[in-house]
């Protein structure tokens, strides 16, 4: 005992009770996927509070002299069933919000297994260990503090559960502006519990009550001829009243209520109190129909399509080992599981983060959970290793025969790459291509000078302007890292076919009659190559030639051909309603692809440029008086932009039009003075110019110094973004590669669609060319009507055999859907 005593007692000023801001991390270790369910458990930091598996506690040890860890272990067992659970339980509230283990969201569910739960501290280098109970006989002083310090570890929420909670916390529902004051007509109805029909057809689902009159109506068509006939909302544009409440869903907890007014569903406080004018109580109902959000779900599940990508109609055969390691799903993050499935695929991403992965861990900051390269090294460890790719455990032969794998749970590397970003922080569903391009833009702003591996994607375009007045031509380059291919629906190769299944659907339509099978447009691959390279004519474009608008054709060509390249395809459009909608289509991906026919050529000996001036925004008579489009800026203030902001992007893009106005617009969103008043070049009359701003704080230019840049590299970068200090960080990123060029590469952080890494860019970044003939080595599948909802999956070429990834199931494939992709990658042919 007094050997134990005198090592608590000097360890005990580094023993710290984890208080409401620290994270505690003792759900996985920091630098593998080892939790406390592994064979060697988890080491709890008592004064970091980071969790480490048993190959890491001592090097944290050796690293940061840190002596004390709290060790768990757990052990897993099924839960004997409770008979007498369910007597006199509450009634459980009806989720008001999408959100999981929050007031308002969906109840965690209940397991159906429990843990024995093993606690010990351990002390290094002595590998002291003693139990939880084993505190007995010292000064009640240290044990307190080590008790205090246990129970706060064990008790607290962990970092991974509550960024699970910040994540899922969706939108909430709003009460209705008509919920006090809906008017209900007294009509003597009353309403039956059961046995309902739409007062204008036989529908005996998907009906709903309107509030105001009483009136049993049926819900909206669905696009794809399921849900009801349209009466309920044709009732609301016929009299105005606007709660409706859908029957099947009303239980004691609540209902469904959608206010067509607002266009929403809603939260109605008096909802028993409106039913009851009806006749119905609450407190008696049960659930019979599906609520709206089981219904989206289903909605999304469009069967042909998943079960073609799935390949669910077919036994896969399981796949384990180095390279075939499944991703657990959490929450709607397939797309992030598809595509680090593919990177990592990639010898070049395995090179510079699985092969140099003991040298990335030895070089990880004090906390290597909010370091990029340490998460993606681990990432790229657990998925490459093997060690993780083992059947489930849970259910034994049931989870081999399906293929069901333990996998990996990639929660801090999700919480990293997501931080800060309105999308990616949540759990909502994602478009794989942004979550791409927003993953390479973290690759390039934490590689700075070293290896990159984005260079196998990074390629360079050409575009050709040429007015068609004076015949003369402008060339342009710009960095890009995707091919967006479009779809010409009119080259589909079944037209006639596709009448007659819309002549049949519209029919269908008419006469309340269920829709017809699909028929999915096939469309030529060659036809979407030509409409990429096709001459797209440009209206109002300004020609330095004529010095004055004309019609130019822009042609976009290749200046360089990628390692990698990487195809979207362009499936997801806009209705004129601007509701998203997914272009449902077949395209046969070759398996090998020659585009060296779009190789650009450069300026021809034949051609003649335009001359690279400015254009004139001045008259004569006012030589500081810019003439702007007044009808643009109208447009674009109209959108909701800074009249400020909207003058700039006219003066600057040479009043060409609405369309280059808003590209400037979304081009210059995130600038420190996008919104400040146009300043004219040379002017210096009174608020004509912008005032120099302060000098560089020294804190602001000590922090950069001290990430490892120079002093000048940190002035120019604070000077450059108004000294905002996260700004010119983001710059400086940005700019490392040619950082005094007037002309360096700017990737944004702040935005994430394919413009933010295809800015024009004549110098800096390094560009890998070669042949243009590739072969399909991978493409990730979208399964669902927009990239917000659905699900995605990726197959892979490997080993001479095509294989599935869907989330925790690795499985060799028997057909796979190459004409159903979404984004395909191909590997350069060897010379």
Known sequence: MAELSEALLSVLPSIRVPKAGDRVHKDECA?????PESDGGLYICMNT?????????????????????????KTRKLKEEDTNSSSGDPPRKKPTRLAIGVEGGFDIPEEKYEYDEYVKIV???EHLDIPRDGLEGLPDMV???????????????????KQEVQAWDGEVRRVSRHAFSLQQLQNAVRIPPCGWKCSKCDMRENLWLNMTDGSILCGRRYFDGSGGNNHAVEHYRETGYPLAVKLGTITPDGADVYS???????????????????????LKMQKTDKTMTELEIDMNQRIGEWELIQESGVQLKPLYGPGYTGIRNLGNSCYLNSVVQVLFSIPDF????????????????????????????????????????????????????????DGIAPRMFKSLVGKGHPEFSTNRQQDAQEFFLHFINMVERNCRSSENPNEVFRFLVEEKLKCLATEKVKYTQRVDYIMQLPVPMEAALNKDELLEYEERKRQAEEEKQPLPELVRAKVPFSSCLEAYGAPEQVDDFWSTALQAKSVALKTTRFASFPDYLVIQIKKFTFGL??????????????????????????????EEEMPDIAPPLVTPDEPKAPMLDESVITQLVEMGFPTDACRKAVYYTGNSGAEAAMNWVMSHMDDPDFANPLVLPGSSGPGSTIACPDPPSEDSVATIVSMGFSRDQAMKALRATNNSLERAVDWIFSHIDDLDAEAAMDISEGRSAAESISESVPVGPKVRDGSGKYQLFAFISHMGTSTMCGHYVCHIKKDSRWVIYNDQKVCASEKPPKDLGYIYFYQRISS
């Open 49 to 73: 509070f980071l969790g480490f598996g048993k190959q890491y506690v001592g090097k944290h040890y050796e690293k940061t002299g840190q002596r004390v860890y709290l060790h768990l272990k």
């Open 123 to 125: 002390i290094l280098p």
């Open 577 to 606: 309603d601007w509701v998203p909608k997914k272009l449902d289509v077949s395209i046969e991906m070759p398996d090998e692809l020659d585009i060296s026919a779009l190789q650009g050529t450069g300026l021809q000996p034949e």
């Open 143 to 161: 044990k307190d503090r080590i008790s205090s310090a246990i129970e706060a570890i064990l008790t607290a929420d962990s970092a991974s559960r």
């Open 31 to 35: 630098f593998s996927f080892d939790t």
């Open 350 to 405: 395995q090179r510079k983060y699985v092969d140099k992965l003991e040298k990335i861990f030895q070089n990880a900051p004090a906390d290597p959970t909010q370091d990029f390269n340490t998460q993606v090294a681990k990432l790229g460890h657990g998925l490459l290793s093997g060690e993780y790719s083992k059947p489930a455990a849970s259910d034994g032969e049931q989870q081999l025969d399906k293929g069901i794998q």
């Open 260 to 282: 067509y007014d607002e266009d929403d569903m809603v939260l109605d406080p008096n909802l028993a109190e409106h039913l009851a004018h009806f006749g119905i109580d609450m």
